[in-house]
Structure formats: structure tokens, C-alpha cells
């Protein structure tokens, strides 16, 4: 089944416009459900900056293994559309800065000088300094709220919600497979999910899924930073190592730390070990 829940017709203008593009770098979005029935979404774009570059630069399709539900998908774009509004807000900042700063220190200028001949009083310089500065600061914000409501915001918020609106999520073979290893790891104990952390097994992937396979390891390292977890690896290494009833005990401080997501890390220790070793 193809969701193509993102769509809207009134967009369709802009849609042409978009076909006739050259080709970009494919980016996979990951839809994965969790064995209690809760989605989970990951895409690698981390930052709404790198979100924005990376919908302009790309050519985004999404993945499920099992159905997500219609209401999981809204809210996924509509997540979507605050980091398009994040990332345009900063993209202006950084376009705009320097007219601003200039405009604004021009308002600061000229409302000192005018304090300075206009209004005598008995501490100068410190009233005109405060009175400029106040004014220089919310001329510094008007500018940036009249930019927001541009021509240019504005068409880059459309361009970009375009581009969310055509994003389609299709079945895949190989979100499948996580969400069985997935939900095999949250049923098991958790001495047996991180001996798999600790002596992480390979994953049987076929030729056709690798680039989703490296993707989906980009994705969970660009949201969890599990690339961090060397120094934690090597404490789960030491509790596996102790008696039965110790072990338990360093087991139980680590699960109500909340360090860890135990089963969803085994998950990456597993594919991205298969992943490095395909390369």
C-alpha cells in the first residue's frame, strides 16, 4: 500500500515545477513501530537547518514495515512543518543579519543624538544609552517579524511544504526485519539484550536494501548520538562479568538511570555491524 497521505491538491502547480528537476541524492525517512504500538520516526536531517538543506538538496521517500496508523503520520508532518518553520526563521537570521545589525545601529545613533539635543536632563548619557539601545533592539525584532512575513519566507515555506506534501512512505522489506529484531529485544530480559550490545550478531541483508540499511544507521546515530556510547559499552562489558546477583543489581541501576534504550541500541549494535562489515 502507498501512503500518500502528505499530498495536497493545491499544491499541484508546484508539484510540476519539481518533476522537471534534476535528480538528487535519494533520503529515506524511517517510520518503525515499537511492540507496545507506539511510532517512532527517524530521518538523518537531526538539526531544522541541516532539514531544510536537506529537503532542497534531496529526493525524500519514506519506509514502514508495519501499517502505520493515519493519525501517526499527520503528526509526523505536522512535526515537519515546525522544523520548516524553524529552519526558515534561522535561514533568514542568517541572511538578514547584517542589514539588520546595521539598521539597528543607525535607529541607536539617531535616537541618542536626538535624546542628546532634545531632552536635557540631569544624568546624561545614560538615559540617550538606554532609550537608543531600547530602540535599536525592537527595531532589530520588527525587522526580523516583517522579514518572517516576506515574499521570500513566505515562498520558501510554500516550496518546502511541497516538498513534505509529496513525501510518500512505502512498505519495505527491510524496516520489517528491524521491528522483528526490534520487538524480540523488548520482549526478551535485559541481561540477554545487552550481551547482544556487547556481542552484537550480524543481520542477513540483501544487496537491495544496504543503502536503506546505512541510512537507517545515519538516522539513529543523528538522533541518539549512539556514537557516545563507547565509555557506557565498556561498563556493560564489566557487569557482564560479575556473579548473578550483582549483575542484577548493576542491570537494575542502569535501567532506572535511563541511559539506555537497551533493546532499540542492540538493534543499531546489530545492523551497524552488518552495515560496516558489507562496506
Not at 43 to 51: I, L, M, R, V, Y
Not at 85 to 111: M, Q, T
Not at 156 to 175: C, G, M, P, Q, Y
Request: no cysteine; aromatic share 12%; glycine share 4%.
Amino acid at each position: 500500500m502507498v501512503y500518500n497521505e502528505f499530498r495536497t491538491s493545491r499544491f499541484e502547480e508546484h508539484e510540476r515545477r519539481y518533476r522537471v528537476m534534476p535528480e538528487k541524492n535519494r533520503v529515506f525517512l524511517f517510520h518503525i513501530f515499537r511492540k507496545d504500538g507506539t511510532s517512532m520516526f527517524l530521518h538523518p536531517f537531526g538539526t531544522p537547518d541541516k532539514f531544510v538543506s536537506g529537503l532542497e538538496r534531496s529526493d525524500v521517500e519514506g519506509r514502514y514495515g508495519m501499517e502505520p496508523r493515519v493519525e501517526a503520520l499527520t503528526m509526523f508532518r505536522n512535526d515537519l512543518y515546525r522544523q520548516i518553520e524553524i529552519g526558515v526563521k534561522n535561514w533568514l537570521s542568517d541572511a538578514r543579519f547584517v542589514p539588520k545589525f546595521l539598521i539597528s545601529s543607525l535607529v541607536f545613533v539617531v535616537v541618542y543624538f536626538l535624546m542628546s539635543f532634545v531632552v536635557r536632563d540631569p544624568l546624561p548619557v545614560i538615559d540617550e544609552i538606554a532609550i537608543g539601545l531600547a530602540a535599536s533592539v525592537g527595531a532589530f525584532l520588527l525587522l526580523g517579524r516583517r522579514d518572517m512575513n516576506s515574499k521570500a519566507a513566505t515562498q520558501k515555506r510554500l516550496d518546502l511544504r511541497v516538498i513534505v506534501d509529496r513525501i510518500t512512505f512505502r512498505e519495505s522489506a527491510f524496516v520489517k526485519q528491524v521491528e522483528e529484531a526490534l520487538h524480540r529485544n523488548e520482549a526478551g530480559s535485559i541481561d540477554e539484550v545487552v550481551r547482544q550490545i556487547v556481542e552484537p550478531a550480524r543481520q542477513e541483508l540483501g544487496e537491495e536494501v544496504r543503502e536503506e540499511a546505512a541510512q537507517f544507521i545515519r538516522a539513529l546515530e543523528s538522533r541518539f548520538n549512539f556514537k557516545k556510547l563507547q565509555r557506557e559499552e565498556r561498563v556493560l562489558k564489566r557487569i557482564m562479568g560479575r556473579s548473578p546477583g550483582e549483575m542484577d543489581r548493576s542491570f537494575a541501576r542502569l535501567v532506572e538511570s535511563k541511559k539506555y534504550d537497551f533493546p532499540l541500541y542492540a538493534v543499531y549494535k546489530s545492523f551497524k555491524k552488518t552495515v560496516t562489515n558489507q562496506k
